[in-house]
Every structure is written in structure tokens, then in C-alpha cells.
């Protein structure tokens, strides 16, 4: 069974940015896809992004473009680049991997106004 830990979360100000990273305790090229998904309070957790296993990305989001994801096959790792953040964008961030479906525990991106 993989086990998934998230870190990179924090407090930032309006505008800065954040790299998350998700790694991975066996090889993410053997995973059916990866993706990151934020759930805020009073809210769902919605997708914001993934990529298979080909490295095929995808946002839910098209008009975010703040936002990229990325992956080092070596390190086992996943990313998310936050840039331009905004305090609509505070909420756990979490990692997802489907090999059937593992989640992480998540990491916390608070941004202030």
C-alpha cells in the first residue's frame, strides 16, 4: 500500500507564491495518475489539477494559470506551484494517487490579505 506526505503549505501574504510537494513511498510511474485537489472551509474539496501516468496534464480550472503541476519520476514526487495567491486560495491541499485511490493527509495553504 503507497503511502502519500504532502508538505510546502504555510502562511504566505497575497501575491507570493508556494511549491507543494507530494512524495510518494513507492515509483509514481507506476501509479494509473496523480493529482492535487483543495478543500476550503464550508466548501467540497474540488480537483485542481492531475496528470496520468504518460505525464498528461490537466486543470480544472482553465482560467487559473497561477497554478502547475509537475513531477520528478526519480524523487517519487509530485508538485504544485502556487504563484499570485490570493486569500480565496486558503485551504488543505491534498494528494492523490489512483493505483486504485490513495490520498495523503493533506497540507495547509493559508493566505492572508
Known amino acids: 500500500q503507497a503511502q502519500l506526505v504532502e508538505s510546502g503549505g504555510g502562511l504566505v501574504r497575497a501575491g507570493g507564491s508556494l511549491r507543494l510537494s507530494c512524495v510518494a513511498s513507492t515509483s509514481i510511474a507506476n501509479f494509473n495518475g496523480m493529482g492535487w485537489y483543495r478543500q476550503a472551509p464550508r466548501k467540497d474539496r474540488e480537483l485542481v489539477g492531475a496528470i496520468s501516468s504518460g505525464g498528461r496534464i490537466s486543470y480544472a480550472n482553465s482560467e487559473q494559470g497561477r497554478f502547475t503541476i509537475s513531477r520528478d519520476i526519480a524523487e517519487n514526487t509530485l508538485y504544485l506551484q502556487l504563484n499570485s495567491l490570493r486569500p480565496e486560495d486558503t485551504a488543505m491541499y491534498y494528494c492523490?494517487?489512483?493505483?486504485?485511490?490513495?490520498w495523503g493527509q493533506g497540507t495547509q495553504v493559508t493566505v492572508s490579505s
Open positions: 492523490a494517487a489512483w493505483a486504485p485511490l490513495y
